[in-house]
């Protein structure tokens, strides 16, 4: 009898399965809810894409901040972006690494970044192309970066592994990699604010630091196949030793480059030292670098060469100026001016900043008194302002630079000075006057001085801020002249540096934009005054423009020898003045005839400088790769 009852009870199933399929197959359809093992690979996915974005948009922004010493910065960031899309768009259909060796290859690389990203510089920068050279170097160390990082991600979070469904795991990848080439894209940039420069967050330090990340997380009991049991962790030692033993031949091979004074250096340079670049002839120049930053405008760094007897200052590849020194220090009646140690300096490399200092021959009623700088460079023009009895205030966005005019370019102190932007500092003190705001002393947080009128207008304004190929679009807008007008006298003037050429469109928007602001303008350049029209159009030069917001003309006295505080140079620009002068038509050119000049007008909404900047930036590049040698430019 068992197994009759045993029989039945088969059957009795078999039938309840029947009608339970049928009943099944009866039911309408709906949609089933995401299971819980989904829904955790689902999370898992988009909380280890939101890491590698993090991870990646760091990576980026340090090695892009690494060439821009090589480079410049705006050839540097150019084809970043690119370089970041096709490594993800590789990602999708190339072979995935395992979890252990792609961690570790993803922290060698980084270890070895700073090293590696100086020395393929080099190698692409004797090139001749800043764009071509930068995107190179991205390819060649920060695409297999991404490459490896994403891949690394959809071993952990087994993100593209759908069974059954393989289109879904290629659009499932794709949405991935879209959501984090937006992010790193968007967040990059970030970086700058959060991790102030200095000694301690420089990108060097940066690649190193972030490389040692992957290398520990190597070592996690990660299975590279979803639903495997993961390495015993009894092993966890033997994981990681290999990653860990390459990592640290990585980072030291990067820290041990010190006497050629690469970027890989991660700390200022406090000492005076000579270097050469590798692969260099021995008589190639050797260089004494004094200082060497990295602070807001880029790579800030002193330097001077004795074969070729001339001191420097540069920003990343931009030459903020220079003095003669040694065999080339050339003075009338023995004048003589040092720096802080007692080194006696000569006059400017540069001749456009001495015909700066012509606005003090502006013709005006009232009694020039004091001077506004926007942006300091070496102090040529400020410290003949100061030498000159005029009080002079400084503006200068970047401290790096204030102090290396003050300690290697004999600059005196000046009567008060700012180290912040100056489109936020002119705001405010345009402000305060409107509002009339009652006088009192310059010393504060961000400046000192020396009690003088915290409201007095200024008699002789100086606007250069060219650094990197470029200028800082934001201080060439209606808004900010209107601003800047506020706080200088009725009779005063301002000069404008501007570096490109002619007849290019920054030169046509930065004189329409000054002459609707302030009326008459006048413009002079600094190259030598036999070139005829043709050949000042052709050539990338620098330009000052003279405004004034005084109804009247602009005229300018004669030159007198104490204007020259015994200086050859500025006997020769000085005295030439005239024959320097630029007929703004040929600035303008048809934009005067046919009625187009408000379309050059530059407004805080409409302000296309620093994208019309981009092809000159590549070739300012270019011209400073020919005013010096490679080895200038390597060795920072």
């Known amino acids: 009898m068992p197994p009759k009852r045993a029989g039945a009870a088969r059957r009795s199933s078999n039938s309840n399965a029947s009608t339970s399929v049928a009943q099944a197959s009866a039911a309408p359809s709906r949609p089933t809810p995401l299971q819980p093992a989904e829904t955790t690979q689902a999370q898992l996915g988009n909380a280890y894409a939101l890491l590698a974005t993090f991870f990646l948009s760091l990576t980026t922004y340090a090695s892009s901040t690494a060439l821009a010493p090589l480079f410049?910065?705006?050839?540097?960031?150019?084809?970043?972006?690119?370089?970041?899309?096709?490594?993800?768009?590789?990602?999708?259909f190339g072979p995935t690494p395992t979890f252990k060796y792609g961690c570790a290859s993803v922290g060698m690389l980084l270890s070895a970044g700073p090293t590696l990203l100086y020395q393929l510089g080099i190698t692409m920068g004797k090139k001749g192309d800043p764009v071509y050279g930068s995107t190179s170097c991205y390819a060649a160390v920060l695409a297999p970066i991404i490459y490896l990082t994403v891949g690394v991600m959809d071993k952990v979070s087994a993100a593209p592994i759908v069974e059954g469904s393989s289109s879904f795991s290629i659009v499932q990848n794709i949405v991935y990699r879209v959501g984090v080439y937006v992010g790193v894209t968007n967040t990059k940039s970030m970086w700058s604010a959060l991790l102030p420069p200095g000694t301690t967050f420089n990108s060097n330090t940066i690649l190193i630091a972030m490389g040692w990340i992957p290398v520990f997380i190597s070592a996690f009991p990660i299975s590279d196949t979803p639903g495997q049991r993961p390495p015993s962790t009894s092993r966890w030692h033997k994981r990681i030793i290999v990653p860990l033993l390459a990592a640290l031949l990585a980072t030291s091979l990067s820290l041990s480059l010190r006497p050629i004074h690469t970027p890989a250096t991660p700390y200022t340079i406090l000492l005076p030292t000579n270097s050469t670049t590798p692969g260099t002839s021995s008589d190639t120049p050797t260089l004494r670098i004094f200082s060497s930053t990295p602070s807001i405008t880029g790579q800030i760094v002193v330097g001077e060469s004795s074969e070729q007897s001339f001191r420097y200052l540069r920003a990343d590849h931009s030459l903020l100026g220079g003095v003669w020194i040694g065999k080339n220090v050339a003075r009338m009646d023995g004048g003589q001016a040092v720096d802080s140690n007692g080194t006696e300096l000569g006059d400017s490399i540069y001749s456009a900043f001495v015909l700066q200092e012509a606005a003090r021959f502006h013709v005006s009623e009232k009694k020039q008194e004091s001077a506004l700088i926007i942006g300091l460079g070496v102090g040529i023009a400020a410290q003949s302002?100061?030498?000159?009895?005029?009080?002079?205030?400084?503006?200068?966005?970047?401290?790096?630079?204030?102090?290396?005019?003050?300690?290697?370019?004999?600059?005196?102190?000046?009567?008060?000075?700012?180290?912040?932007?100056?489109?936020?500092?002119?705001?405010?003190?345009?402000?305060?006057?409107?509002?009339?705001?009652?006088?009192?002393?310059?010393?504060?947080?961000?400046?000192?001085?020396?009690?003088?009128?915290?409201?007095?207008?200024?008699?002789?304004?100086?606007?250069?801020?060219?650094?990197?190929?470029?200028?800082?679009?934001?201080?060439?807008?209606m808004e900010f002249w209107t601003d800047l007008k506020k706080i200088m006298s009725p009779e005063g003037i301002v000069a404008v540096n501007f570096a490109g050429r002619i007849g290019g469109d920054p030169a046509k928007a930065i004189l329409s934009t000054l002459q609707k602001s302030f009326g008459a303008c006048r413009a002079f350049?600094?190259?030598?005054?036999?070139?005829?029209?043709?050949?000042?159009?052709?050539?990338?030069?620098?330009?000052?423009?003279?405004c004034s917001p005084s109804s009247g003309p602009i005229s300018f006295r004669v030159d007198d020898p104490k204007d020259y505080h015994r200086s050859y140079l500025r006997e020769h620009v000085l005295s030439s003045l005239p024959q320097r002068e630029v007929d703004l038509a040929m600035i303008l050119g048809p934009t005067v005839v046919t009625g187009k000049e408000k379309d050059y007008i530059l407004t805080d909404e409409k302000n296309p400088l620093n994208a019309w900047q981009a092809s000159s930036a590549v070739e300012h590049w270019k011209l400073m790769r020919g005013v010096l040698p490679d080895v200038f430019w390597e060795t920072y």
């Not at 606007?463 to 990197?468: I, Q, V, Y």
């Open 72 to 92: 410049g910065a705006a050839a540097a960031s150019e084809h970043v972006n690119k370089v970041l899309a096709a490594a993800l768009v590789l990602s999708v």
């Open 525 to 546: 350049h600094d190259t030598r005054t036999d070139r005829t029209a043709e050949e000042l159009r052709g050539e990338f030069m620098n330009i000052v423009f003279f």
């Open 385 to 477: 302002f100061i030498s000159h009895g005029l009080s002079t205030t400084i503006v200068e966005i970047d401290p790096a630079v204030y102090t290396a005019a003050r300690t290697y370019f004999g600059l005196s102190e000046p009567s008060s000075v700012y180290l912040e932007d100056a489109r936020g500092w002119v705001l405010s003190r345009a402000l305060n006057i409107t509002d009339g705001a009652s006088p009192q002393g310059t010393t504060n947080a961000k400046g000192k001085g020396k009690g003088q009128n915290e409201w007095e207008k200024f008699d002789i304004v100086v606007h250069d801020c060219f650094s990197g190929g470029g200028v800082p679009g934001h201080l060439f807008t």
